[in-house]
């Protein structure tokens, strides 16, 4: 079972972020977020490395990233995938499911929901790794504390605060809440 499998899916929505890109101009934009996800990088970090003529962050991670996109769209095998990626085929069917899970979080409806897809994502890794020991603990940590910081860049560049997004951010499952209650 893969980590895909285990976390829900969300449904397509009119993604906050993506009418974000369309209306202003960023310094980072959606398929060099993906990338970032895809490959583990910060955001802020991957936007350290845009605009300095860095040709791996600039052109080659974004293009793979689009290329995982029309991968997954088109429904190619992994042999294409790692074909075209110049990868073998665990790399290629490894990468096509953190396209998938960077998805979640780029796509997500607002900068808490991705917050919340990445710290789920976190959390199932370090399960599948083994969460048994101070250290393996610390590590999760760690991870959560770069979702924080890939929220407030997200926020950041939103033009957002955190505060607008206490409700989604205290949502609960199961919970039924009325009409309008996530509404900015």
């Avoid at 350290?48 to 997954?72: C, F, Q, S, W």
């Avoid at 790399?91 to 929901?113: C, G, I, K, T």
Wanted: net charge negative; glycine share 6%; hydrophobic share 40%.
């Amino acid at each position: 079972m893969s980590l895909g499998q285990l976390t829900p899916s969300t449904s397509q929505h009119s993604f906050f972020l993506q009418e974000f890109w369309s209306k202003r101009s960023t310094k980072v934009n959606r398929a060099q977020l993906l990338a970032a996800e895809i490959f583990g990088y910060s955001f802020a970090n991957y936007a350290d490395h845009l605009g300095i003529g860095n040709v791996r962050y600039e052109r080659l991670m974004p293009k793979d990233a689009e290329t995982l996109e029309t991968a997954e769209r088109e429904g190619w095998p992994a042999s294409k995938i790692a074909t075209t990626l110049e990868v073998d085929v665990e790399q290629a069917e490894e990468l096509l499911e953190a396209f998938q899970r960077a998805r979640e979080v780029v796509d997500a409806e607002n900068p808490a929901e991705a917050f919340r897809n990445g710290v789920r994502f976190s959390i199932w890794h370090a399960l599948e790794e083994g969460l048994h020991d101070a250290e393996s603990i610390e590590k999760l940590v760690t991870q959560i504390c770069y979702r924080a910081a890939d929220l407030a860049f997200l926020l950041e560049q939103a033009g957002k605060t955190l505060s607008q997004y206490s409700r989604h951010l205290r949502r609960e499952p199961g919970a039924e809440y009325y009409e309008g209650y996530f509404d900015e």
